[in-house]
């Protein structure tokens, strides 16, 4: 997975580098993407690091990875996705990554309150947790094919 880290390190300074292309001239593509993207990237492998390891102390550390993993990222992605709306005609990408983004805030939430109410929560936690992370990679699909760079007209 540490590969992966530094492949989505990558995507996110990527991604602010072709919104500026694509027309955004707001400081949140260059500068706050790839921090943020940073940020979340850095999560990631502290969570990765303590994977395997036994101990109390080793799973708050995988926690607390995995939470500003998945915050982080979600994050990054709604910046993304509010900066393309916004450089445009929001089209049907943009759409579609307005409602991937849409879903997770739901399911985050419907996990939330589930969790509150149910003494069998735990029964369904992987289910909630591995829907959300899916929705989360389906995104990236959706932004690969809306921060491309036009085709040249030949």
């Known amino acids: 997975m540490l590969p992966a880290a530094a492949f989505l390190l990558a ?3 990527w991604a602010g580098i072709q919104l ?3 027309g ?5 593509s260059r500068r706050y993407v790839p921090i943020l993207g940073t940020i979340a990237t850095l999560f990631m492998v502290v969570y990765v690091t303590a994977l395997g390891a036994v101990g109390d102390h080793f799973q708050l550390t995988r926690r607390i990875g995995i939470v500003g993993y998945f915050t982080g990222t ?3 992605q709604l910046l993304v996705t509010y900066r393309f709306w916004h450089i445009g005609e929001p089209n049907i990408l943009a759409r579609t990554m307005v409602g991937v983004c849409t879903a997770v805030l739901v399911a985050g939430f419907v996990t939330l309150a589930w969790d509150a109410i149910s ?6 936690e992987d289910a909630f ?3 959300i992370a ?5 995104w990236f699909l959706l932004s690969h094919w809306a921060l491309r760079p036009p085709a040249p007209i030949h």
């Open 11 to 13: 995507y996110w300074h």
């Open 20 to 22: 500026a292309d694509l």
């Open 24 to 28: 955004d001239r707001s400081t949140i």
């Open 74 to 76: 979600y994050l990054c």
């Open 119 to 124: 003494p069998d929560y735990d029964d369904v």
């Open 129 to 131: 947790e591995w829907s």
């Open 134 to 138: 899916l929705t989360l990679q389906c």
